[in-house]
């Protein structure tokens, strides 16, 4: 059980262009879902927390604008990376929480690697 | 906000020997400390966490300490293996659904 699915895997793209990231629970409700981002041999840093039907919360330093984050149901969140550049190439990570509560463990899914070229 | 330090960076033990990867914390207010293996390119997965009201949790060959008072928090791994080579996270949050603040990681090498 508790598992996220999360898609595409990996991603190559030209700058300028914007790409969309999914993260599925696929056997639980998420009422909470969490975006991190991880660049190489370095830690997962949180980007935003997004919690169904409400707009996400975005940690200091995040580009609301630049990094659009939509969860319109309990068992998706979406992560769109607007108008994409060689900075922004990174592996993304999304983890869900289910609806029992605070106090339940995060379930990550395998994440995005994004190669802005 | 959470602020969580992680030591050493990179750790090589021989295989059967014992690894210990060392967390301090910031936030008194913390109260869940999960740690994660994760292998190349792949997802954190979570090996074990432990609560503040609990000092120690094992679980196998993995057990974690916590002291709350000093604000840190280790993993010992017992009886290394191969296998265990990966990068290890330890995290700090207040209640476990909420967000995670994560250390820095240590790449963890058991040589034959």
């Known amino acids: 059980g508790a598992v996220v699915s999360q898609h595409p895997s990996r991603v190559i793209c030209k700058s300028g262009t914007s790409v969309k990231i999914e993260c599925r629970s696929l056997d639980f409700q998420a009422t909470t879902m969490f975006w991190y981002r991880q660049f190489p041999k370095q830690s997962l840093m949180l980007m935003a927390t997004?919690?169904?039907?409400?707009?996400?919360?975005?940690e200091q330093g995040v580009e609301k604008d630049k990094f659009l984050i939509n969860h319109a149901s309990l068992t998706l969140s979406t992560l769109t990376v607007t108008s994409a550049h060689p900075e922004d190439s990174s592996f993304y990570i999304c983890?869900?929480?289910?609806?029992?509560?605070?106090?339940?463990?995060?379930?990550f899914g395998d994440g995005t690697r994004l190669s802005i070229l | 906000g959470e602020n969580v330090e992680q030591h050493p960076s990179t750790l090589s033990v021989q295989e059967g020997d014992s690894a210990v990867i060392k967390c301090t914390y910031s936030d008194s207010a913390s109260n869940y400390f999960p740690w994660y293996k994760q292998e190349l390119g792949k997802r954190p997965q979570l090996i074990i966490d432990?609560?503040?009201?609990?000092g120690e949790k094992k679980d196998q060959r993995i057990a974690v300490t916590l002291n709350k008072t000093a604000k840190h928090f280790s993993l010992h791994i017992t009886e290394t293996q191969p296998e265990d080579s990966a990068v290890y996270f330890c995290a700090a949050s207040r209640g476990g659904g909420n967000k995670l603040t994560f250390g820095t990681g240590t790449q963890l090498k058991v040589e034959l």
């Open positions: 997004s919690n169904e039907g409400s707009k996400a919360t975005y």
């Open positions: 983890s869900a929480r289910g609806a029992l509560g605070s106090d339940q463990p995060q379930h």
């Open positions: 432990i609560r503040s009201d609990v």
